[in-house]
Antibody, heavy 121, light 112 residues
Framework: QVQLVESGGGVVQPGGSLRLSCAAS????????MHWVRQAPGKGLEWVAF????????YYADSVKGRFTISRDNSKNTLYLQMNSLRAEDTAVYYC??????????????WGQGTLVTVSS | DIVMTQTPLSLSVTPGQPASISCKSS???????????LYWYLQKPGQSPQLLIY???SRFSGVPDRFSGSGSGTDFTLKISRVEAEDVGVYYC?????????FGQGTKVEIK
């Protein structure tokens, strides 16, 4: 069965950095695009970033462009999100989600349990 | 970006009664490949979102048949034929035709 397990969340000061990981299993990781989606406390879902199956193309929400970097290691079945210059408004639970296909269109069909990032001094 | 608008934002339902949620998109979700890229998710309390319906009306693996989706173009509906206690949570519609995928505001469903 598909499993996505995020890690790397925690408390960080404004301006700091954090790297999230998402370990994938139960499917052919290298065949699917992958997303990061976040949810601020008590709020709705906000898409953050997407990476194609082979890492050839990456897309970002305007709110994180230039500060966050999505990447993947298909040999390790792992997705990453490098977060720099963190702001209080980046505080959220971060979910990785499997795309329904290799490119950006379609569903986010499986989600991890999420990892909490808190940006606070 | 495509804007997704859900109504109502909250719903209180008696067990066994039906429920309906509307979702409207700011542009058509019908792709030239013939598919309509509209999805429904349920986020149960304390859990991550789970896919219920894909491409307007197809139930995802393991989703009970009391859940159904309908609609076309820009107007879509999720229906629960008989609400059960385990259906409580926040329901989101999402468009997947163009990046970025965008979500509705969410509809909170509670049991009376």
């Amino acid at each position: 069965q598909v499993q996505l397990v995020e890690s790397g969340g925690g408390v960080v000061q404004p301006g700091g950095s954090l790297r999230l990981s998402c370990a994938a299993s139960g499917f052919t990781f290298s065949s699917y695009g992958m997303h990061w989606v976040r949810q601020a406390p008590g709020k709705g879902l906000e898409w953050v970033a997407f990476i194609r199956y082979d890492g050839s193309n990456k897309y970002y929400a305007d709110s994180v462009k230039g500060r966050f970097t999505i990447s993947r290691d298909n040999s390790k079945n792992t997705l990453y999100l490098q977060m720099n210059s963190l702001r209080a408004e980046d505080t959220a639970v971060y979910y990785c989600a499997k795309g329904g296909g290799p490119y950006g269109s379609g569903s986010l069909d499986y989600w991890g349990q999420g990892t909490l990032v808190t940006v606070s001094s | 970006d495509i804007v997704m608008t859900q109504t109502p934002l909250s719903l209180s339902v008696t067990p066994g009664q039906p429920a309906s949620i509307s979702c409207k998109s700011s542009q058509s979700l019908l792709h030239s490949d013939g598919k309509t890229y509209l999805y429904w998710y349920l986020q149960k309390p304390g859990q991550s979102p789970q896919l219920l319906i894909y491409e307007v009306s197809s139930r995802f693996s393991g989703v009970p048949d009391r859940f159904s989706g309908s609609g076309s173009g820009t107007d879509f509906t999720l229906k629960i034929s008989r609400v059960e206690a385990e259906d409580v949570g926040v329901y989101y519609c999402m468009q997947g035709i163009h990046l970025p995928p965008t979500f509705g505001q969410g509809t909170k469903v509670e049991i009376k």
